[in-house]
């Protein structure tokens, strides 16, 4: 029955996979994953699965079976005529069910219908990670150790050398000597770890719906990273004519207003690696989202040179991402694609709209850095 039940659920998750899979590209546009995130499964709203269930009737009403009634009465009461005003549907109703997965579940269906490669570590991590490992038996150790097979087995022998095991009456009692205990031994290991350095222009150009496209792609970059990484660690830097780190919650709720000057941003980034994220412990990946609106050409300037004399050297990849804004001039990704356009280092994506971001993400993941 257990199995039979296992099978049944397996099944029921391989459905609702196809479907998460099939819709995929709409719910990334639309943003309908994430109505509610949890620790660590994510919900999401599946169309037409429809899963029957039995409706029970008023009180004192009677139960299965009772009351009056003959064959052929309709069930409820008495059968009413309608008045004839309204259409008939000719569309099926559409049945909603809330089904929650991991967010690994989630990573490995993204990567599947992007076809993202698996991401190449830089060299493993200086960042230890400790595990213990059972590797062998000993005689003495804690009773929640004890191994019972073994102990089972040295109390079988002793018996049977000293003559005392019958096989019609095959009582065996292990006596002290005979006791087994699991060993173990601390193994420890390089982690690769990685971090995302998340920085946003809030300017008066960058509007709600820029800024919604930005936190949906984030979300999916987030869970295709923290797939491939044991530790992932993310900052938030916003940007006007200054930046600052701020919070996730912050991140996305700042009301946009000010100047901009994108130089602020990667000034303050390149600080947070220099200081806190060594590149060769880190994987580092720095995102930037803005509508490419910069206050001066020579602002400009100083970013590129940012990137070129120190971020570049620290990072796996730097993404720049341009959300487009009817208030924004545009003109900062043509300038990093002409300073960086045969750098693979420097990922850029334009991002037109909401059905626009399932193309940047494969941008900015696509090349399993």
């Not at 990685?194 to 869970?223: C, H, L, N, P």
């Not at 420097?346 to 037109?352: A, C, G, H, N």
């Amino acid at each position: 029955m257990s199995l039979k039940i296992d099978q049944d659920h397996s099944r029921f998750r391989n459905i609702v996979r196809g479907k998460i899979r099939k819709n995929l590209r709409k719910y990334i546009s639309q943003g309908e994953m994430l109505g509610r995130k949890g620790k660590d499964l994510v919900s999401i709203p599946i169309p037409q699965i429809d899963i029957p269930r039995f409706t029970f009737g008023e009180k004192q009403q009677g139960g299965v079976g009772q009351g009056d009634g003959e064959p052929g009465d309709p069930i409820g009461g008495e059968e009413k005529e309608g008045d004839g005003q309204g259409q008939a549907g000719k569309d099926a109703g559409e049945h909603v069910l809330e089904v929650d997965v991991t967010l690994d579940e989630l990573a490995d269906i993204l990567g599947e219908e992007l076809e993202l490669p698996a991401i190449e570590n830089r060299g493993k991590s200086r960042i230890v990670s400790a595990k213990d490992r059972y590797t062998g038996i000993r005689r003495v150790g804690p009773e929640s150790l004890r191994h019972f097979r073994r102990t089972y087995r040295e109390a079988l022998k002793r018996s049977i050398a000293s003559g005392i095991y019958n096989p019609a009456r095959p009582l065996v009692v292990p006596h002290p000597d005979d006791r087994r205990y699991r060993s173990w031994k601390e193994d420890q290991e390089p982690v690769a770890n990685a971090v995302i350095i998340y920085m946003m222009d809030v300017s008066g150009s960058m509007g709600d719906e820029q800024k919604e496209i930005v936190r949906i792609e984030s979300f999916w970059i987030d869970t295709w990273l923290q797939r491939q990484y044991k530790g992932l660690e993310s900052r938030y830097i916003i940007h006007d004519a200054v930046a600052r780190e701020v919070d996730r919650d912050t991140f996305f709720s700042t009301r946009e207003s000010g100047g901009t000057m994108i130089s602020s941003a990667y000034k303050l980034c390149a600080e947070l690696i220099s200081q806190h994220y060594p590149p060769d412990e880190w994987n580092i990946y720095p995102f930037h989202f803005s509508d490419g609106d910069n206050w001066s050409m020579d602002d400009t300037l100083t970013c590129i040179e940012l990137l070129k004399s120190d971020m570049l050297q620290k990072v796996n990849v730097f993404s720049y991402g341009q959300v487009e804004s009817p208030y924004g001039s545009g003109q900062f990704i043509k300038d990093l694609k002409e300073h960086f356009g045969a750098d693979e280092r420097v990922i850029t994506s334009e991002i037109r709209d909401r059905d626009a971001i399932v193309g940047s993400i494969k941008d900015f993941l696509g090349k399993g850095k």
